[in-house]
């Protein structure tokens, strides 16, 4: 691809890239304006997922039955088509247990960097308190999570969103840029 090759293509393409940073904008403002409805919509958005990733998953397995491990493909496509439905049929309990999952991973996380801590304090490293702190940290987020799994929910949508309006913003200003230098470089 030649340089004047590249130019064209971005030339061509920018608006890619301005469509992808508006919808996560749109997407982030949707998320911290109606969490509620935003919180419903991932769950759906999941379990339609999880369905056609099923499907996909059994086709596979039974296309390729001569392998040796096309049972397995046929295993992870009932488990997801399974997942799936019970995301809509049951978006709630779904919600709470991507939550619990999250504080689990969470507690997890924070007692493996607390012992990882105090290996570092014996090798004598000087930043032991701040992984220190992070555990703990990790800890008491999940037990927040546990005790208070609508609010995690709610914090962890307000996340996503603000990702989502940040990422968005770069995105568009990203696209801009792009088409700017693709004209510089025509005239």
Do not use: C, N
Request: glycine share 10%; no cysteine; net charge positive.
């Amino acid at each position: 691809m030649t340089s004047s090759d590249a130019t064209e293509a971005v030339k061509a393409l920018w608006w890619l890239v301005l469509i992808r940073g508006v919808l996560a904008v749109v997407f982030g403002l949707y998320a911290l304006f109606s969490p509620a409805a935003a919180l419903l919509a991932l769950v759906y958005v999941f379990g339609f997922y999880a369905i056609m990733d099923g499907v996909t998953a059994i086709a596979v397995g039974f296309r390729y039955r001569s392998t040796s491990h096309w049972g397995w493909h046929v295993v992870q496509g009932v488990v997801s088509l399974i997942a799936g439905l019970i995301a809509l049929f049951w978006p709630g309990p779904t919600l709470l247990a991507l939550v619990f999952i999250i504080a689990v991973w969470s507690i997890v996380l924070g007692v493996t960097e607390i012992i990882e801590a105090f290996q570092a304090r014996r090798l004598g490293s000087s930043s032991w308190g701040w992984l220190l702190v992070g555990g703990i940290v990790g800890i008491l987020f999940g037990i927040v999570l546990f005790s208070s799994p609508g609010a995690g929910a709610l914090a962890l949508l307000w996340v996503i969103g603000l990702f989502a309006l940040v990422f968005g913003v770069v995105q568009v200003v990203w696209s801009f840029r792009l088409r700017r230098a693709a004209k510089e470089l025509v005239d």
